[in-house]
């Protein structure tokens, strides 16, 4: 598969880390553009934090877009606590993979491993959005009463970048607020939005999902 060539930090962050901040402000559709001077009420940030908690697994299609227009696509699972999983297609020689304690993103073209601890990583907002939303997340004014943007950072921490989550009212989603996307800002001022579609909540992910051949040996090991 011919790809564009991505750092594994700076799609980590992409992955992981995002703002709405310095005129980045991911676009919504015309339907749900946001009005000036609107405020959202601290409660919303509550109720992101139970979307995000009541999700048991979820599988969703996404792309991927780099600041240079470079796209990627491909499928992302989540099971709780801390699993994710980012494939590209089978085709692809890149995967990024969370075995609940550790976040790897995979090169089989050059055959590298990097791995980050779960605790250290930017995807912690996912993981764990009553420790990271709750503490790091600060609601930024859509305007519209059926989006909830909460962007995520620690400033103590600025090396993690920030994320900006995106939530669209749906009541068919686990706590009635559907993550369509957010958009990425790492400490190099790269910037990648990550959409979501076709998210499916409820579903049948065996452990294994979370496993992946290492390229730096010949057996297959857990992740």
């Known amino acids: 598969m011919i790809r564009p060539r991505i750092s594994a930090r700076t799609?980590?962050?992409?992955?992981?880390?995002?703002?709405?901040?310095?005129?980045?402000?991911?676009?919504?559709?015309?339907?749900l553009a946001p009005a000036p001077l609107a405020a959202q009420s601290a409660s919303?940030?509550?109720?992101?934090?139970?979307?995000?908690?009541?999700?048991?697994?979820?599988?969703?299609?996404?792309?991927?877009?780099d600041r240079q227009g470079n796209v990627m696509a491909g499928v992302m699972t989540l099971k709780r606590?801390?699993?994710?999983?980012f494939d590209y297609g089978k085709d692809s020689d890149f995967l990024v993979i969370s075995n609940g304690k550790s976040l790897y993103v995979v090169d089989y073209?050059?055959?590298?491993?990097?791995r980050w601890p779960i605790k250290n990583s930017?995807?912690?907002?996912?993981?764990?959005?009553?420790?990271?939303?709750?503490?790091?997340?600060?609601?930024?004014?859509?305007g519209n009463a059926d989006v909830?943007?909460?962007?995520?950072?620690?400033?103590?921490k600025p090396e993690f970048g920030m994320i900006n989550l995106i939530f669209v009212r749906n009541a068919s989603a686990p706590g009635g607020w559907q993550l369509t996307h957010w958009v990425a800002l790492d400490a190099q001022n790269h910037r990648?939005?990550?959409?979501?579609?076709?998210?499916?909540?409820?579903?049948?992910?065996?452990?294994?999902?979370?496993?992946?051949?290492?390229?730096?040996?010949?057996?297959r090991r857990p992740g």
């Open 122 to 142: 930017p995807l912690g907002a996912l993981f764990d959005p009553e420790r990271d939303v709750k503490r790091f997340g600060k609601l930024i004014p859509t």
């Open 148 to 156: 909830i943007s909460v962007e995520v950072r620690d400033p103590k």
């Open 81 to 85: 606590p801390g699993k994710i999983r």
């Open 44 to 65: 919303e940030l509550d109720a992101v934090v139970n979307a995000l908690r009541t999700i048991s697994t979820m599988r969703a299609d996404f792309t991927q877009t």
């Open 109 to 114: 073209e050059v055959s590298q491993v990097e």
């Open 192 to 219: 990648t939005r990550v959409q979501l579609t076709n998210q499916r909540y409820g579903v049948s992910v065996p452990d294994s999902t979370f496993t992946f051949r290492d390229p730096r040996r010949a057996s």
């Open 11 to 31: 799609l980590l962050l992409g992955l992981g880390a995002g703002t709405m901040a310095l005129g980045l402000a991911p676009a919504l559709p015309a339907a």
